[in-house]
């Protein structure tokens, strides 16, 4: 198997596994915190830290030949932290710290090295073709997977589910044995003073940085994401309905994955993303002055673009300009480790607020809006209930 196809395959199975960090294991953090949103934010906050603190610390061993085990490392952790969350089953909450720690340690592990493998095993010109794939794939395996997880989650429970993603990582285990590193960086350690030099020379790697932060701050781990998804699954109270919710949106996302890799044109990229980003915010402030059912789905909607979009952008420049002449062979780990801690400090600023949120109970919308949502459908429920009743009674006459 080549490097590309193991690439492809890992990031697909990655995926999955993050989908359903994402959306189920929030809602199980929810349901036994009695839907205390506090212990969801330290969580994140511990998670994101040790993500940028192992990175940073194994920066010189991703020069090395033996970095290819870091990425082996990672996926390790990974099966050590879901198997971890099935030991604990209830008492997980009581481990935030361990559980936070254990996802940061195989995040930073696995993402101190494949970052740059993904950079160094698509080819600028295949970039396009290979992330609208990704995204198409994923996102039909995420019409399926939250539907099946959601319904084996609902009648088995959650810590059966975990024994199905402990299956998916160990897969994931066999396939990084697959890969093969052709591309070894020149230097054997890191040189920040030197590398800056070359960001204060650039102003695309500047740029790029910036939009970490705002990656950080929203959607990159960040607490905007979480507080999307306690919508979400207060409105959808069940697993069922959050697996369907989330496949139905999977809809948007494989549409976007397709349009990127066929017809979108690089330096549309830009546009694109503002344009999206308006509608997103129209829809967030129509989502506060009235929030119901149709200004939740709407707002929705038009997030998973925005988030999307920029995902997907995101990606394709970051990658692509790692193979710029000036980082190719030499600065390619400083340039990632770059990329990290910008985005660490947007998701430090957003998990900080989201705690402070938690704290001082300034959440107290967020419950009224449910409660609106939750009314709204009752109503109409109610509505549909008598209109057929009436009708009963007219055909059967009782």
Do not use: W
Not at 105 to 132: H, P, Q, W
Not at 133 to 156: D, E, R, W
Not at 194 to 220: D, F, M, P
Not at 344 to 354: D, P, T, V
């Amino acid at each position: 198997m080549n490097n590309y196809k193991v690439l492809f395959y890992l990031r697909i199975l990655k995926s999955i596994l993050t989908t359903f960090v994402d959306s189920f294991l929030v809602l199980y953090f929810l349901e036994l915190s009695d839907s205390n949103i506090l212990p969801l934010g330290i969580y994140k906050l511990v998670a994101m830290t040790f993500v940028f603190g192992t990175i940073f610390c194994v920066r010189n061993i991703a020069k090395s030949k033996h970095r290819v085990n870091l990425m082996r490392i990672g996926i390790c952790l990974d099966f050590v932290y879901f198997l971890t969350i099935l030991l604990l089953r209830e008492k997980v909450v009581d481990y935030i710290y361990l559980v936070g720690a254990l996802y940061g340690l195989e995040e930073g592990f696995y993402f101190s090295v494949y970052n740059m493998f993904e950079s160094d095993g698509i080819t600028n010109e295949e970039r396009a073709k290979f992330t609208g794939t990704y995204t198409s794939v994923k996102s039909i395996l995420a019409m399926i997977f939250p539907i099946l997880m959601g319904s084996y989650i609902f009648t088995s429970g959650f810590l059966s589910a975990v024994i199905v993603v402990l299956v998916i990582v160990a897969v994931r285990i066999i396939l990084s044995f697959q890969f093969k590193d052709n591309n070894l960086p020149t230097g054997d350690k890191t040189n920040f003073g030197e590398y800056l030099k070359i960001v204060n020379q650039n102003r695309k790697v500047r740029q790029l940085y910036k939009r970490e932060i705002y990656a950080g701050l929203t959607y990159s781990e960040g607490a905007f994401a979480s507080i999307v998804t306690i919508y979400i699954i207060k409105i959808f109270s069940n697993s069922v309905s959050l697996g369907i919710f989330t496949s139905v949106f999977s809809v948007v996302t494989c549409l976007l994955g397709i349009g990127f890799a066929k017809f979108m044109k690089p330096e549309n990229y830009s546009r694109n993303i503002k344009i999206a980003t308006v509608f997103t915010v129209l829809s967030l402030f129509a989502m506060i002055t009235n929030c119901n059912l149709f200004t939740v789905i709407l707002f929705n909607f038009l997030q998973t673009i925005s988030k999307e979009l920029t995902s997907l952008i995101n990606a394709y420049n970051s990658f692509s300009l790692a193979n710029v002449q000036a980082l190719k062979k030499e600065y390619k780990v400083e340039y990632f480790v770059g990329m990290e801690f910008f985005l660490y400090i947007g998701r430090f600023i957003s998990q900080s607020l989201f705690i402070l949120m938690a704290l001082t109970r300034k959440h107290q919308y967020y419950d009224n809006c449910i409660c609106h949502v939750s009314d709204f459908i009752r109503t109409k429920f109610c509505r549909i209930q008598r209109r057929n009743a009436f009708t009963n009674r007219k055909t059967t006459g009782f």
